[in-house]
């Protein structure tokens, strides 16, 4: 696997486990929204916690594309043998 082969495996990894774990957690606001703020969406979370999913994202992702990482270079998922 080339790094820049890598390198993309890994972003598009990364993107999808961090869209999965984005409501993950999250508590809204159960009261009415009485006051119209420009600006605001009242559909919102409270507090989303990014950096902490920033974290959990990257954690599970090196582990994922470790595995796959893996899996490829002792040739257990080799695309080009499927496709013959």
Known sequence: ????G???IYICIWWIVFF????IG???KNKKFEDTIAGIDPGSPK????GKK???TTLITTIIFII???M???QYLNIRELLE
Do not use: C, D, G, Q
């Open 1 to 4: 696997m080339s790094l820049t």
């Open 72 to 74: 490829v270079e002792r």
């Open 20 to 23: 999965a774990s984005l409501p």
């Open 47 to 50: 507090n989303p916690k990014i």
């Open 26 to 28: 999250i508590s809204h």
């Open 54 to 56: 920033f974290f959990y």
């Open 6 to 8: 890598s390198i993309v």
């Open 68 to 70: 796959i990482y893996f």
